[in-house]
Nanobody
């Protein structure tokens, strides 16, 4: 079992940047595919980004491509989401998640395939 704790959320003006962190404990992060998801008020949870165990493969939802970057530091047991050029529509609670995988190059965009989730961190972008 792995425990995930997000941090780095907050209030930022449109065009600004935030860096979210997801610290893992209990198991080595290197054994998990990592993902970021978000849920805005009144909306369903949506996929944002994912990164393979090796860090060499990533995928993003179209609305954040070119603005967000997912990364990981397995030595620090931490995953990150760098968010630039933020827009009001990025406002949501952001969750990190971990999925077990035997394949180091695999990434996962489907939330139902993730095994563990953090509690979330609020990101609010003002216009």
């Amino acid at each position: 079992q792995v425990q995930l704790v997000e941090s780095g959320g907050g209030l930022v003006q449109a065009g600004g940047s935030l860096r979210l962190s997801c610290a893992a404990s209990g198991r080595a992060l290197s054994t998990y595919v990592m993902g970021w998801f978000r849920q805005a008020p009144g909306k369903e949870r949506e996929f944002v980004a994912t990164i393979s165990r090796s860090g060499g493969n990533t995928a993003y939802t179209d609305s954040v491509k070119g603005r967000f970057t997912i990364s990981r530091d397995n030595a620090k047991n931490t995953a990150y989401l760098q968010m630039n050029s933020l827009k009001p529509e990025d406002t949501a609670v952001y969750f990190c998640a971990a999925a077990r995988s035997a394949i180091v190059t695999r990434y996962v965009a489907e939330g139902s395939q993730y095994d563990w989730w953090g509690q979330g961190t609020q990101v609010t972008v003002s216009s």
